[in-house]
């Protein structure tokens, strides 16, 4: 018998009433679920997931195999209704003691519906979230059964289909990489980009930019003959600067007048950030593709300035480039293989239901954070910015940048509240608020000023998307 003191109460009651016999797995809190089914070669189909549905009569809980992708139809067959899925501030009053981002397929103990997939087999384990972070459950198929006996089952589920095969469009751009073919979930994506990474070149700008910003005093003299030789990003400098969101209106439409405004750290940011997303554009759409990249880092960084006006100013450059940064690591994927990054779209319009990054690990057996960071690692960029990279989703980081992570972490889950970005959870614990020395009125009032702005950065994400830089 586990421990049920490491469980939520309710479900420690439950398992205790029904002598459910299960095992505990005990993990590092920053990794998920199926990072750590793969570390400890659990297959996915005995991994259950669970997702919140609702409808005009209320919700509705599904579980069904990792391998595996949520059909409503399937659902709207087997119950006769129409469902759709759940915000998770929607549901998360229905699960008082429980982390709602680790639930644990038990909803009808708490009072609600919950169907289970017939794709869960009679025999063999089965491993489940708990309700507790940094822990799985883990039982034979009878204890399975048992623990679910006030559940409803049914087909509710379809194949998560990936390709046998991701053809290398790398080649195509003379990387490198010669005829290496990466298979989906066998390990090989990390090799490949391995090999590309000598060809990828940080751009000049973006070197004499950083260059420069590590010298002790920078005027806008240093900075002017830089930023006049990429049109495109001076441009975007001079509407930054004539908005009041970023300290503007400029007193004239110059770009002297812009740096004057923006102040050098920020144009520094911002200005090296562009001009390396610009140089690795994706040559595919999407929902990963340029514009949703382009609105993502605008919003973001728009957040960011408002979330960190207080840290020092020699500071707030890591704030912008880390800002733009952080999800760069989609633009590399669509830059290095448009038929890999054409497919991750598709899962990701297909299959609603899941993790973007857990449909990353699924077809590339690694996620954009760290094909993102090991590039930035292999250019020497700023130490800070790396690490925002590839921690950006971890709110359990600590180290010396957990400050930059945690800002960022903060403004992405901000902007999912209104459909904005890829973060995985909504909620912000209260030690990331006590770090930002905010309360959540705070942010909110945060949040009204950069959707005060919506049309002004709609409209800055739009010119860099259709920006062409050479």
Same mark, same amino acid.
């Given at each position: ?15 205790t009433g029904n002598q459910v016999r299960f095992e505990i797995i005990s993990h590092p809190q ?165 090999q590309a990474l000598p060809d990828l070149t940080l751009p000049v700008v973006t070197q004499r ?6 010298? %002790? @005093?920078?005027?806008?003299?240093? +900075? ?5 030789? /990429?049109?495109? *990003?001076? &441009?975007? !400098? ?103 990054? %054409? @497919?991750?779209?598709?899962?990701? +319009? ?5 993790? /973007?990054?857990? *449909?990353? &690990?699924? !077809? ?22 790396t690490v925002a990279i590839c921690e950006h989703h971890n709110e359990f980081y600590q180290g ?71």
């Amino acid at each position: 018998m586990g421990l049920e003191s490491n469980l939520p109460q309710v479900l420690a009651a439950y398992l205790t009433g029904n002598q459910v016999r299960f095992e505990i797995i005990s993990h590092p809190q920053g990794e998920s679920a199926l990072q750590v089914a793969r570390q400890r070669g659990i297959a996915l189909n005995k991994l259950a997931k669970t997702i919140m549905l609702r409808d005009r009569h209320g919700f509705v809980m599904a579980v069904y195999p990792a391998d595996r992708s949520i059909s409503l139809e399937k659902i709207r067959t087997l119950t006769g209704r129409d469902m759709d899925y759940a915000a998770q501030v929607e549901y998360a009053p229905l699960f008082h003691e429980i982390d709602v981002a680790v639930l644990p397929p038990v909803g009808f103990i708490y009072g609600v519906d919950t169907l289970v997939d017939a794709a869960f087999a009679l025999e063999g384990d089965i491993y489940l979230e708990t309700g507790v972070r940094a822990s799985l459950m883990h039982l034979d198929r009878g204890e399975f059964h048992k623990l679910i006996t006030g559940a409803v089952l049914g087909a509710i589920s379809e194949s998560l289909v990936t390709p046998p095969k991701i053809a290398g469009g790398a080649k195509r751009r003379g990387l490198g990489l010669g005829t290496v073919v990466a298979e989906a979930n066998g390990g090989k994506l990390r090799q490949r980009f391995e090999q590309a990474l000598p060809d990828l070149t940080l751009p000049v700008v973006t070197q004499r930019l950083l260059a420069i910003i590590a010298q %002790q @005093q920078v005027s806008i003299d240093d +900075l002017i003959p830089i930023l006049s030789e /990429v049109p495109d *990003i001076a &441009s975007v !400098l001079m509407q930054m600067a004539q908005s009041p969101l970023f300290g503007g209106p400029a007193p004239e439409p110059t770009l002297r007048a812009a740096v004057a405004t923006l102040g050098v750290e920020t144009t520094i940011g911002c200005a090296a950030g562009f001009n390396l997303n610009l140089m690795y554009r994706p040559q595919s759409g999407g929902a990963a593709g340029h514009m949703g990249f382009w609105r993502q880092a605008i919003y973001c960084t728009a957040t960011l300035h408002l979330l960190t006006r207080q840290w020092p100013s020699q500071d707030r450059w890591q704030v912008y480039l880390g800002g733009l940064l952080h999800n760069f690591g989609y633009l590399l994927l669509g830059y290095l293989d448009v038929t890999c990054f %054409q @497919q991750l779209n598709r899962l990701v +319009l297909q299959a609603p239901d899941r993790d /973007v990054h857990e *449909i990353e &690990s699924l !077809l590339l057996g690694e996620s954009h954070c760290q094909l993102g960071a090991r590039l930035t690692q292999v250019w020497d960029l700023p130490e800070s910015v790396t690490v925002a990279i590839c921690e950006h989703h971890n709110e359990f980081y600590q180290g010396r940048h957990q400050k930059l992570v945690h800002a960022i972490l903060i403004a992405n889950r901000l902007l999912k509240r209104y459909g904005i970005g890829d973060a995985r959870r909504l909620l912000i614990p209260e030690h990331l608020l006590d770090n930002m020395a905010m309360d959540l009125p705070d942010m909110n009032r945060v949040m009204d000023q950069v959707l005060d702005h919506c049309r002004f950065l709609d409209d800055l994400a739009r010119h860099l998307a259709m920006a062409e830089i050479t």
